[in-house]
Structure formats: C-alpha cells, structure tokens
C-alpha cells in the first residue's frame, strides 16, 4: 500500500511540475521582441567597431529561461585592433543613452566591465526588459552551450528539473549572489551534478569525458588555457546514448533535495560536473574563515566546468549556505511528508 501511494504520489506530482513549468516558459512574442532587441543593439554596436557581433548567452541561449528573464549579451570583436572594455563600455554607454530609450548604466571598472540596459515596461512588453552587455565573454559562451547541450539530451527531465528549482529558488530567495546565496548558474550546475555523477545509473552521460570522435589538437580545444572541448554531436548522442535510469522527474526532485540536505558532504566537498566529488584540500579551496579572514569564500564549492579553478559559488557566506541547506530541508520535508495531493505540495514548496 505505501509503496502504491508513493508511486502514485510521483506520478501525480511530475504530472504537476510540466504543469507548472510550461506556463511559466517565455511566450514566442517575448522571445520574437528580445531578438528584435538584440539586433538593433548590435547594429548600433557596429558603429563603433564594424567588426563586432553581439551574441546572447545565458538563459535565454541555454535553454533554461523563464518568462521575463534577463537578457545576457555579449560582444565578440573580431578585428585585431580593438578599444580596450573599459572604452567600448564607455562609448557605448554614451552611444546608447543619445540613441534609444533604453536606461543606460555603463560599469566600465567593473572586474568584467558591463553596459546595463533596462526598458521599462510597456502594452506590448508588461514586464520591461533588463539586459546586461559584456565583452568578448567566449568562456560563458562556452559554458552556455554545454548546459545547452545537456538540457537537449532529455529535455522532458533536466529542464523540468531546472526550470523548477529556478523558480523555487527565486521564490525562496536563495538565488542572490550579491545577498550570500547561489547564482542561478551554481544551481543549473548542481542539477547537473546530481544526473551525471550521483544518480546510479546516471540521467545524464559527463559531456566532458565522452571520447571524441576524432583526435583533436590543443589549439581546437583551449581557450585562454583552458579547456573547453565537450562532446556536443547531440543528435548523434541521442541515437547512441539511452539511460538506463527511467525515474520519472518527482522522483529525480525528491531525491536532489534528500542528496543536498543531508548526504553531500558541504565542509570538504567539492561538486564538479567535469570531474565528480573532489576535495576542497585538493584543489587548495579551504574556507578563509577558518583561517581568520573575514572574507567568505568557499563556504560551498561548485567547480566551473572550463574554469576549473573557479568556484561559482564564491560569493556564498555562512550564513547564505545555512538559509539554503535550510531550503533543502524544508523541501525535503515537505516532499516526503507526501501531501494528499501533488498541487498542494508544489504550492507548499514554492509558498
Ligand atoms: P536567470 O538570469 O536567473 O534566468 O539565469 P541564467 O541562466 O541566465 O543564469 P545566470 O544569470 O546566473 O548566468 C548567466 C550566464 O552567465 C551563465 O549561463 C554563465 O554562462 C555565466 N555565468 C554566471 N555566473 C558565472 C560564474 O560565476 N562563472 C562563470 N564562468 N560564468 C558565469
Ligand atoms: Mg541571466
């Protein structure tokens, strides 16, 4: 009988979160005006600098964006010569407050140097839109289409997954970086984490370590000295691979909120898409708390997968990884608590 309950509780609750999910997915007519937006940046851009393209990244490339998410621009100058961040986001910054109606914020001293733009909302565009344009970002480029590709393996269980703790996240407000908590992109990366290298047998194949098809050179395959080659022959990767883990996406849920409640080990622990389970010693990220530095850093190790010695989730503190862990918790609990019926709980989850 419980067994039976369980499984009709899974079936029930997958059933809600596509429910819930697919009408929180951006409409065609948003993603048509973000396009539309895009273009007539780059046109502008391209009379500072002719050789220049303006390339989205982040959610709205990835695969992984919710209605009125922001935009991620980047522009990739392919001239030799070329004006260094700081200028470009200067005159840019110029360019784009005498010619459109967009809010302009140039910060052209930040550690990668920006133009926010911000429309307010409008009949047409209720929300408004915010954008974010950067230079020559080629690793997030990179890094967005490798969840890109990891999404497009099983798009049914990894963007449901995904979308969902996006928005529980931002429910939740434990997706604040500036605040101590994890950017959106440690928790897409969690996720991923969790299909490729603790579910037994995994959801997902590890994209990095797939053997390549042909011998490649280093050249093809590093940039700015790291390395960033991935199997990404999707359709030929969907032919060949089928995982043998067929839990439907509650079950995926359930279990991703049990693993980070109470089984990754968050003190030496270090989740790395690219590689497993590695050591926090390992990789010489211990917490600076511990030696007497005010500062915070490595509270929660999440490795990036080409800028391996990059922690993305750096800018959690003590006190953003126990409101989190907390979070887990809480979903944890309220999941297996198994509410009479699945709606209530996703409610309950997203409260
Ligand atoms: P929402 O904006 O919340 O919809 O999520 P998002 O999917 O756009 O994620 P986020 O804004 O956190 O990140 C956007 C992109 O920036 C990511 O896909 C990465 O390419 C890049 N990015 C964000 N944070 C980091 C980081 O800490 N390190 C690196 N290397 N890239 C990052
Ligand atoms: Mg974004």
Same mark, same amino acid.
């Not at 109470?262 to 030496?268: C, G, I, L, P, Q």
């Not at 080409?306 to 503190?317: K, L």
């Given at each position: 009988r419980r067994h039976a309950s369980r499984q009709k509780f899974a079936q029930d609750f997958s059933q809600c979160l596509y429910d819930f999910v697919i009408q929180l997915l951006p409409t065609t007519e948003e993603l048509a005006v973000k396009e539309d937006v895009r273009k007539l940046l780059e046109r502008l851009i391209r009379t500072i600098e002719l050789d220049s393209r303006l390339l989205s990244f982040g959610s709205t490339a990835n695969g992984f964006s919710l209605r009125n998410s922001d935009m991620d621009l980047c522009c990739l100058i392919d001239s030799e010569e070329r004006l260094s961040a700081t200028d470009l986001v200067n005159m840019l910054g110029d360019l784009l407050e005498r010619e459109t109606k967009f809010h302009v914020k140039p910060l052209p001293h930040a550690r990668i140097p920006i133009v926010k733009l911000s429309l307010d909302p409008a009949p047409g565009l209720p929300f408004g839109i915010a954008c974010d344009i950067g230079f020559e970002n080629r690793l997030a480029l990179e890094n967005t289409r490798l969840l890109m590709c990891y999404a497009m393996i099983d798009p049914a269980r990894v963007r449901t997954m995904v979308l969902f703790l996006k928005v529980w996240s931002k429910r939740r407000k434990i997706n604040s970086p500036y605040k101590g908590t994890l950017s959106s992109y440690g928790y897409v990366l969690l996720v991923i984490y969790f299909l490729v290298h603790v579910k037994s047998p995994p959801v997902l194949p590890n994209l990095q370590q797939v053997p390549p098809l042909r011998p490649i050179s280093k050249e093809d395959t590093h940039l700015n000295g790291h390395n960033i080659w991935f199997f990404d022959d999707i359709e030929l990767l969907r032919q060949r691979w089928k995982s043998s883990? *067929?839990?439907?996406v509650a079950e995926l849920l359930i279990d991703f909120f049990k693993y980070y409640s !109470? %089984?990754?080990?968050?003190?030496?622990g270090v989740a790395s898409i690219r590689a497993g389970l590695l050591k926090k010693d390992s990789k010489g990220w211990v917490s600076e708390a511990e030696k007497g530095s005010p500062r915070e850093r490595n509270r929660l190790c999440i490795e990036d997968p080409?800028? *391996? %010695?990059?922690? &993305?989730? !750096?800018? &959690? *503190?003590r006190d953003g990884l126990y409101t989190i862990r907390g979070e887990f918790m809480r979903a944890s609990r309220i999941l297996s608590s198994r509410p009479e019926r699945a709606i209530v709980a996703l409610a309950q989850l997203c409260e």
């Open positions: 883990n *067929t839990e439907s !109470r %089984d990754f080990n968050y003190s030496s080409f800028e *391996t %010695d990059f922690n &993305v989730a !750096r800018c &959690v *503190t």
